[in-house]
Structures are given as C-alpha cells and as structure tokens.
C-alpha cells in the first residue's frame, strides 16, 4: 500500500532582505522576494528519503499563501516531490496561527495521509507551535523536532533533542513529523528536476473547497490581534579598536568601565 | 483579582529561573497561580511561593516522562478548568511552546509565543514581541479566548513578592492522545557546571573562527573567567567543534544577557536572531568588515587567538 506524505512549506520573505510590516500590520510581501523557508527544505528532504526507503510511496507538498507562493512548491517539486496543492484565497490575507492550522487540517485530511512533515519553524512568523497544533487538529500523535527519522512498518521512530535531554520518540501512522536542521542537509534541484517540476501537476483550493467560512480566518477573523510594530531603532556605532597587542587588556578596560569585571 | 495560571518549568522540583521571571510578569495581571507537573512537583511549592504564587496546583504521574507533551497539556486543560484564569503564561521553550499551543486550541484561543514583555491592557493582556531576527518590536494580544502566551527567558526581573503558595493536588484524566508518542529512551545532557545558555546573565560564543574542537577551551576559559555560558555559531556546531545544545541563533537558543561576547563570528542574520535582543554587545573578529560590528557596543578587530587569551588573563588578573 502507498504511503501518502504530505508536507507542509511555507512561502517567506527572504531573511537577507528587508523585511517590514505593511500598514494593516502584516508581513510585505511586495518588496523582498519570497522562497520556500529553508527550514522547510529539511521537511522535503526527509519526506524524499523516507519515500526512498517505502516501497511505494508518494509525496504531495501544500501550502497557504498568496499567488507568488506557487514558487515554494515549484522549488519541493523539483528537489522531488511529485504533486502540489495550493490554497489560496483572498479572504485568508493576514491568517494567524490557529487559523493557518485550521485551514491546513482540513486540506491535509481532504489530500488524505498516512504521515505528515513540517518544518521546526517558519523563518518569518518563527513561531514553531504550528506542528504541535496540527497533530491536535488532526487528532494524530505528534513526533516533533527530530534530528533523526525513520519510518518503518507503519511506525515513525525518531530523535528529538530537547533542553534537558535527548530523547527517543516512537509512533504508530498516521503521525506528524516536525523536523530540525539537524536532520541532514537538504538536496539542491537537479536540473531534470527542475524540468520535471514543470510538468508535475499543482492544485489549488479556496476556501470553499475546505468548506472553511472566510470569517474563521484572515485579519478580522484572527485569534490575536497586533496593535503596533515599530522597527528597532539602530544601534548607536560602538567603539571599534584595531589589536596593535593591547587588544584584550583594551576589551578588559570596557568591560569593567560596563561593571562586568 | 483574576487568576493567571503559570506553567512551571523545573528539573526535579529545582524551578528554572525563566518561570520566577513569568511569576513577575503574571503578578502584573493578575494573581498567580501555579502549575507543577511530574517528579518533585510539590517541592517547587516554596519558591513559588516565595515569588507570588497564591496557589501551586500539582500533578504527578508516569505519563507525564513516558508519552511526549499531550499527557502535560491535558494536566494544564485540567488546571484551566478548575481556574478559570484570565490568562495562561508559559514558558518559551520548545516543549513550553508546544505544551501551550495544544491548549490553545482546545480551548479555542489565540496564542502569542516569545513575548519579551508583558503588561496589562483596556482589552486584555499586552505583549511585546521581537520580530525579524529583532529588527522590529510588536504589541500584540489575544483577541479570541482566554490569552495563551510564552514568554522568552531574561524577559523580567525575578521579584521576591511571599504570597502563600498552598499546594492543591490536581485531578488529572489523560486523552485517548496522551499516549500516542512514546518516550522510549532518553538520555539527559550532562552538566558542564556553566549557567544554562538561555538564563545567563554572560554569554560568550565562538564560531568558525575558532577554527577547531581543540580551541574551544579559549572560549571556554573566557567564559569561566566571567562566570558566563559557553555558545557557538552554526558552523562551528556543524563542524563538530561544540555540542548543537550550545548553538546560538533561529534555528539554535535564543539568548538576551546583559553580555555577549562574540569571537570568530561573521554575525550571519541567523546568528543575530539568536542574540541581537543582548544588552551589551561585544565581537573579536579579524575582519573588519564583518557585519557583526554592526551589533557592536565594542569590537576588537584581531586574532581571537592572541586577543581571547589576553582578555582571559587580564579579567583574572583584575578579579584577583
Ligand atoms: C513576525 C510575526 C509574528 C507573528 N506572531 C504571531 C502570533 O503571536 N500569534 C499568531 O497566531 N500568529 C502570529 N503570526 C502569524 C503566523 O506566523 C502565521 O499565521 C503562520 O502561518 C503560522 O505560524 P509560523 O509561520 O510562525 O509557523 P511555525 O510554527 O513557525 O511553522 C512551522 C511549520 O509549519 C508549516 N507552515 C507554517 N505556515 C505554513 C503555511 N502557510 N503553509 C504551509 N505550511 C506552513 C511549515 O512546515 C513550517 O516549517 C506572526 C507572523 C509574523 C510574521
Ligand atoms: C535556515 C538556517 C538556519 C540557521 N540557523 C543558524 C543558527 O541558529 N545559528 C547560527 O549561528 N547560524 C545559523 N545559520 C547559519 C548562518 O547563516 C551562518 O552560516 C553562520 O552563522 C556562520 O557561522 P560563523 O559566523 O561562525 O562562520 P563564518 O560566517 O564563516 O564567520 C567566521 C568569522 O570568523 C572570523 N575569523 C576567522 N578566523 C579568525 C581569527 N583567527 N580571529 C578572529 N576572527 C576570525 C572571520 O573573519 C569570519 O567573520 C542558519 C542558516 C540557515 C540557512
């Protein structure tokens, strides 16, 4: 029997660009490129490898975001993934967490599944809570930030190394995955994966599809609200000095004129 | 006064200071009540206490070291239950954020994760959030149930504030999902003795340019001359120089001590989102060029391995 991966990629500013907020509070997407959120391309990678090693396996990547997010799944299908599921909808422009979890549980169970795989985080939002929401949302047990991963007769069997200890996780499929950049470097597309990508089919959904109502999601029907964002102010320029051999006892000085020798 | 239920963060009933910082920023809201799970719950009673907990509500079973996260977030739907609060503060660690997630949408609330502060608003909880790698500051709050939020570590001062902190045992009933991800090995991370990453008041990091596991006891060295954690850059940890628990950054600990000493570090946008939000900032780093200057209250331009060294042993010299 196939085993049906679906993987879940978020489209993001591009961290190395200026990123900003937009005068309704959310995140610009006009003027910094957008790509598939690197943390998401270890999502694709262990979904590939784990597809490797089934016998018959097959992976759909998904995502929520506007019309240019179509470039995140282009760039998972061409690492290997083999079809695409877009939902995109006007009414979902400014979705908070829980609405993002709740419009990606209801295509997820519509793709149908048998293991789900995220990324740790987004690089934007950054919040890292949304796989541990989804399992909820899909009633399935949540296997989250692995460094390591296995799947094996309908058993997910992984590492997750945590704050206090490492520890050795194991459940029965359907599960969620959620994986760290520890998991193994991600592939680069090939180019015939590049080529191939353009002739893997890529569907998209509205909200109507997932029988979602536009007020469970967008700015108005989110959960929280932002009132303000105000960019930090620069750092006023430090003192830089040039070791000429005095360089630590120099440090040593502005150390202890700040108190902390 | 309404109740604000605080998730406890300990190590065999030893509470984690990130938890007293949330015990100060609960008492702005509301009166604090505590929530302490697994081995050694009730001994968290008296610091709790100590810093304004009116009550310390406890639970322990296997489940909770057994299964991973649910069995603690139905333990926490349980105290939600019985309190009623006017809002949940968690911790902003990775199992903290997850734990709080899940009650977030059981109880069909927003969530706000890794506030730097918090106050109280016409509508509700305040919060403050550092967003893109700490180039911008948001408030934000919960507009749909009862506020969730996890807040960062180092983001208020530990107040003494003795409130009486009796301890109540918590009735617990697991999920049919409670069990689903079992925990069948762990291996818990030695001590090095070094304050933990996330709390320390210093921390001192290397990165590529330490150029090798076997320098990093200049780092090391540094750090114990300050009393301070021991951090790493991504290359380093992927270069297998320094554990991957040390590593600052996004995908590494976030940190905001009063000092951070960078050495050997370039100051990648991934490394300053782990540390930007720092007091004080400090790099040694031989080019001059490098963006982490940018960051700088003071920098030095040099070789670490002449200008650490010198450093080490001037702080000893003036500690005496
Ligand atoms: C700076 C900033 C702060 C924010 N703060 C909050 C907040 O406090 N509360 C709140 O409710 N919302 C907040 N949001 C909105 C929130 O980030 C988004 O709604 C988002 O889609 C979910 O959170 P995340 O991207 O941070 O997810 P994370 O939990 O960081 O993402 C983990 C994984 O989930 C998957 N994923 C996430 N989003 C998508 C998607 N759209 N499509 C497919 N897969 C996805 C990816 O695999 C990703 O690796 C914030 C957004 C920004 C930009
Ligand atoms: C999705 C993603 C997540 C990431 N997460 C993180 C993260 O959490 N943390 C993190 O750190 N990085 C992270 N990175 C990696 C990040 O982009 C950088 O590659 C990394 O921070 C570089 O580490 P570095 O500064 O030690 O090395 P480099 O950038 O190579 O810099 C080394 C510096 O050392 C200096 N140097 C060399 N020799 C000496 C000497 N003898 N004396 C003084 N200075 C010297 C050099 O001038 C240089 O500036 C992430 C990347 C991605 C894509």
Redesign the interface.
């Given at each position: 029997m196939s085993l049906r991966i679906v993987v879940c990629v978020k489209y993001v500013p591009d961290?190395?660009g200026d990123?900003q907020?937009t005068e309704d509070?959310t995140v610009n997407r006009d003027d910094v490129d957008g790509l598939l959120s690197e943390?998401d391309e270890y999502a694709v990678e262990q979904a590939l490898q784990i597809a490797d090693e089934a016998d018959d396996a097959e992976i759909t990547v998904l995502t929520v975001g506007p019309e240019d997010a179509k470039d995140a799944l282009r760039k998972a299908l061409s690492m290997g993934a083999d079809k695409a599921i877009h939902v995109e909808d006007d009414d979902l422009h400014g979705t908070?967490?829980?609405g993002t979890?709740l419009v990606l549980a209801k295509a997820i169970e519509k793709a149908g599944y048998d293991l789900v795989i995220t990324g740790?985080?987004s690089?934007?939002g950054?919040?890292?809570?949304?796989?541990?929401?989804l399992?909820?949302?899909l009633?399935?047990?949540?296997?989250?930030?692995l460094?390591e991963v296995k799947v094996e007769d309908g058993t997910v069997?992984g590492r997750?190394?945590?704050?206090?200890?490492?520890?050795?996780?194991?459940?029965s499929l359907p599960?969620l995955v959620s994986v760290?950049?520890?998991s193994g470097e991600a592939r680069y597309p090939s180019f015939k994966g590049i080529m191939a990508a353009k002739k893997k089919p890529v569907e998209s959904w509205d909200l109507e599809d997932l029988e979602i109502e536009a007020d469970e999601v967008g700015l108005e029907g989110?959960?929280?609200?932002?009132?303000?964002?105000?960019?930090?102010p620069a750092?006023t320029a430090?003192?830089?000095?040039?070791?000429e051999?005095?360089?630590?006892?120099?440090?040593?000085e502005?150390?202890?004129g700040?108190k902390?020798? | 006064m309404a109740e604000v239920l605080v998730y406890v963060d300990h190590?065999d009933g030893a509470v984690r200071k990130p938890t007293l910082e949330l015990l100060t920023l609960a008492r702005r809201i509301g009166e604090p009540v505590a929530v302490a799970l697994g081995a050694g719950a009730d001994a968290t009673a008296a610091v709790l206490a100590e810093h304004g907990a009116v009550k310390v509500l406890t639970a322990d079973a296997p489940e909770f070291t057994e299964y991973?996260?649910?069995p603690k977030?139905d333990a926490l739907q349980a105290a939600y239950e019985a309190v009623s609060p006017a809002a949940v503060l968690v911790p902003s660690?990775?199992?903290g954020?997850?734990i709080?997630?899940?009650l977030?949408?059981?109880i069909g609330?927003?969530?706000?994760?890794?506030a730097v502060d918090l106050e109280a608003g016409d509508e509700g909880p305040?919060a403050t959030q550092?967003?893109?790698?700490?180039?911008?500051?948001?408030?934000?709050?919960?507009?749909?149930?009862t506020p969730v939020i996890t807040v960062k570590p180092n983001s208020a001062p530990v107040e003494a504030a003795p409130a009486a902190g009796a301890v109540e045992a918590l009735a617990v009933t697991f999920g049919a999902?409670a069990t689903?991800?079992?925990?069948?090995?762990?291996?818990?991370?030695e001590s090095t003795g070094r304050p933990e990453l996330t709390e320390a008041a210093?921390v001192v990091s290397g990165g590529r340019g330490v150029n090798g596991a076997e320098n990093f006891h200049l780092i090391e060295a540094l750090a114990d001359s300050?009393g301070a954690a021991v951090g790493a850059s991504?290359a380093a940890v992927d270069a297998g120089w320094y554990p991957?628990?040390n590593q600052v950054g996004?995908?590494g600990k976030s940190v905001s001590p009063?000092?951070y000493i960078a050495s050997g570090i370039s100051g990648a946008?991934?490394h300053r989102?782990g540390m930007q939000t720092s007091k004080?900032?400090?790099a040694?780093n031989k080019d001059?060029e490098a963006p982490i200057?940018?960051?700088?209250?003071?920098?030095?331009?040099?070789?670490l391995f002449?200008?650490?060294?010198?450093?080490?042993?001037?702080?000893k010299a003036?500690?005496g």
């Amino acid at each position: 029997m196939s085993l049906r991966i679906v993987v879940c990629v978020k489209y993001v500013p591009d961290a190395t660009g200026d990123r900003q907020f937009t005068e309704d509070l959310t995140v610009n997407r006009d003027d910094v490129d957008g790509l598939l959120s690197e943390l998401d391309e270890y999502a694709v990678e262990q979904a590939l490898q784990i597809a490797d090693e089934a016998d018959d396996a097959e992976i759909t990547v998904l995502t929520v975001g506007p019309e240019d997010a179509k470039d995140a799944l282009r760039k998972a299908l061409s690492m290997g993934a083999d079809k695409a599921i877009h939902v995109e909808d006007d009414d979902l422009h400014g979705t908070d967490v829980m609405g993002t979890s709740l419009v990606l549980a209801k295509a997820i169970e519509k793709a149908g599944y048998d293991l789900v795989i995220t990324g740790m985080a987004s690089t934007d939002g950054t919040m890292g809570v949304l796989p541990a929401i989804l399992a909820e949302r899909l009633g399935v047990p949540q296997v989250t930030l692995l460094s390591e991963v296995k799947v094996e007769d309908g058993t997910v069997t992984g590492r997750r190394d945590g704050d206090t200890a490492s520890e050795q996780l194991e459940a029965s499929l359907p599960a969620l995955v959620s994986v760290t950049d520890q998991s193994g470097e991600a592939r680069y597309p090939s180019f015939k994966g590049i080529m191939a990508a353009k002739k893997k089919p890529v569907e998209s959904w509205d909200l109507e599809d997932l029988e979602i109502e536009a007020d469970e999601v967008g700015l108005e029907g989110s959960w929280t609200k932002v009132d303000s964002a105000a960019q930090r102010p620069a750092r006023t320029a430090g003192t830089i000095v040039k070791d000429e051999g005095e360089g630590g006892k120099q440090l040593a000085e502005f150390l202890a004129g700040q108190k902390f020798i | 006064m309404a109740e604000v239920l605080v998730y406890v963060d300990h190590v065999d009933g030893a509470v984690r200071k990130p938890t007293l910082e949330l015990l100060t920023l609960a008492r702005r809201i509301g009166e604090p009540v505590a929530v302490a799970l697994g081995a050694g719950a009730d001994a968290t009673a008296a610091v709790l206490a100590e810093h304004g907990a009116v009550k310390v509500l406890t639970a322990d079973a296997p489940e909770f070291t057994e299964y991973l996260v649910v069995p603690k977030v139905d333990a926490l739907q349980a105290a939600y239950e019985a309190v009623s609060p006017a809002a949940v503060l968690v911790p902003s660690s990775a199992e903290g954020k997850e734990i709080a997630a899940r009650l977030a949408v059981r109880i069909g609330s927003g969530i706000i994760t890794d506030a730097v502060d918090l106050e109280a608003g016409d509508e509700g909880p305040v919060a403050t959030q550092s967003a893109f790698a700490a180039s911008f500051t948001t408030k934000s709050r919960v507009s749909k149930g009862t506020p969730v939020i996890t807040v960062k570590p180092n983001s208020a001062p530990v107040e003494a504030a003795p409130a009486a902190g009796a301890v109540e045992a918590l009735a617990v009933t697991f999920g049919a999902l409670a069990t689903g991800t079992k925990v069948t090995g762990r291996t818990p991370r030695e001590s090095t003795g070094r304050p933990e990453l996330t709390e320390a008041a210093i921390v001192v990091s290397g990165g590529r340019g330490v150029n090798g596991a076997e320098n990093f006891h200049l780092i090391e060295a540094l750090a114990d001359s300050l009393g301070a954690a021991v951090g790493a850059s991504r290359a380093a940890v992927d270069a297998g120089w320094y554990p991957h628990s040390n590593q600052v950054g996004q995908t590494g600990k976030s940190v905001s001590p009063q000092l951070y000493i960078a050495s050997g570090i370039s100051g990648a946008i991934q490394h300053r989102a782990g540390m930007q939000t720092s007091k004080t900032i400090v790099a040694i780093n031989k080019d001059a060029e490098a963006p982490i200057f940018d960051l700088v209250d003071y920098g030095v331009v040099g070789d670490l391995f002449a200008v650490v060294p010198q450093l080490t042993d001037e702080i000893k010299a003036r500690k005496g």
